[in-house]
T-cell receptor, first 114, second 113 residues
Framework: KNQVEQSPQSLIILEGKNCTLQ??????????LRWYKQDTGRGPVSLTI?????NTKSNGRYTATLDADTKQSSLHITASQLSDSASYIC?????????????FGRGTQLTVWP | EADIYQTPRYLVIGTGKKITLECSQT?????MYWYQQDPGMELHLIHY???????EKGDLSSESTVSRIRTEHFPLTLESARPSHTSQYLC????????????FGQGTRLTVV
């Protein structure tokens, strides 16, 4: 069964600190992995996307890593800001259907305190 | 920011009422999707469309229906709303050659009382 598991479920950090969010998946055949940021009451917004051959990708203070062998990804946020408070969702796409089916994790709820 | 819009953003409605959630995109995308998301839970695909006059049911069974008469418009209808339909509904779209790159609307938070 294709699954995406994220940890931790929730995380509280102080402004200016770094943090790392984890994503493990069993989706096969793997196409790509994307991290989304979802503010409360809003739709998800894409942060990064990585294919099988990519190990790391950065978008400003967000850096995502991918280990396709162990089927693990992480999202590292540096120098956190209050606006980083949101749910971060790991989404994995497979190559097994014309739909390009997306498998969603439940997200990590990040709260940044001043 | 993606050009995909959902209305209304919030809706509180009584049991038994008929409602339509609107979704429009101006990117010319062929593929459109409806997801349902409960608090703290993952998104579940309830409907999708490959293009005009194409609609399919998703992974999660839903009593809602959809239509795709125009490329840019993908409304979702509930004929008789029930409290169990209370949830957040997210619309998304993707281009023909980028099936895995979905752009999301801001969502409609539906509460049925």
């Amino acid at each position: 069964k294709n699954q995406v598991e994220q940890s931790p479920q929730s995380l509280i950090i102080l402004e200016g600190k770094n943090c790392t969010l984890q994503c493990n998946y069993t989706v096969s055949p793997f196409s790509n992995l994307r991290w989304y940021k979802q503010d409360t009451g809003r739709g998800p917004v894409s942060l990064t996307i990585m294919t099988f051959s990519e190990n790391t990708k950065s978008n400003g203070r967000y850096t995502a890593t991918l280990d396709a062998d162990t089927k693990q990804s992480s999202l590292h946020i540096t120098a956190s800001q209050l606006s980083d408070s949101a749910s971060y969702i790991c989404v994995v796409s497979d190559r097994g259907s014309t739909l390009g089916r997306l498998y969603f994790g439940r997200g990590t709820q990040l709260t940044v305190w001043p | 920011e993606a050009d995909i819009y959902q209305t209304p953003r919030y809706l509180v409605i009584g049991t038994g009422k008929k409602i339509t959630l609107e979704c429009s995109q101006t990117m010319g995308h062929d593929k459109m999707y409806w997801y349902q998301q409960d608090p703290g839970m993952e998104l579940h695909l309830i409907h999708y469309s490959y293009g005009v006059n194409s609609t399919e049911k998703g992974d999660l069974s839903s009593e809602s229906t959809v239509s795709r008469i125009r490329t840019e418009h993908f409304p979702l209808t509930l004929e008789s709303a029930r409290p169990s339909h209370t949830s957040q509904y997210l619309c998304a779209s993707s281009a023909r050659d980028r099936l895995d790159e979905a752009f999301f609307g801001q969502g409609t938070r539906l509460t049925v009382v």
